[in-house]
């Protein structure tokens, strides 16, 4: 059984900073592409950023430069250092990922439970 937990929401002041996490767990062949996403209520979920088993990062235009995803593949584990926030950074992030299961010969996409991260004075 392959889950993805997150963790590192809360809430925070406009300029201050948050680190989200989200690990892999079951039985797991390989993991490739992870990433972030987010959704805000009475919006669709939309693409944080996104990192592959190499390395290559991919960010939404609207947190380039204040973001950074990074992954730790040996705890199976993907980050979101979010630094200089904003209000409207406010909403649910939930983490994914392409995963291969040991009982299957492709990947497959999980999701998150979902973190609550929330940008007020």
């Known amino acids: 059984q392959v889950q993805l937990v997150e963790s590192g929401g809360g809430l925070v002041q406009p300029g201050g900073s948050l680190r989200l996490s989200c690990a892999a767990s079951?039985?797991?062949?390989?993991?490739?592409?992870m990433g972030w996403y987010r959704q805000a209520p009475g919006k669709q979920r939309e693409l944080v950023a996104t990192?592959?088993?190499?390395?290559?990062?991919n960010y939404a235009d609207s947190v380039k430069g204040r973001f950074t995803i990074s992954r730790d593949n040996a705890k199976k584990t993907v980050y979101l250092q979010m630094n200089s926030l904003k209000p409207e950074d406010t909403a649910v992030y939930y983490c994914?990922?392409?995963?291969?299961?040991?009982?299957?010969?492709?990947?497959?996409?999980?999701w998150g439970q979902g973190t609550q991260v929330t940008v007020s004075s």
């Open positions: 079951g039985s797991i062949f390989s993991i490739n592409v």
């Open positions: 990192i592959t088993s190499g390395g290559s990062t």
């Open positions: 994914n990922a392409n995963i291969r299961p040991r009982s299957y010969s492709g990947g497959l996409y999980y």
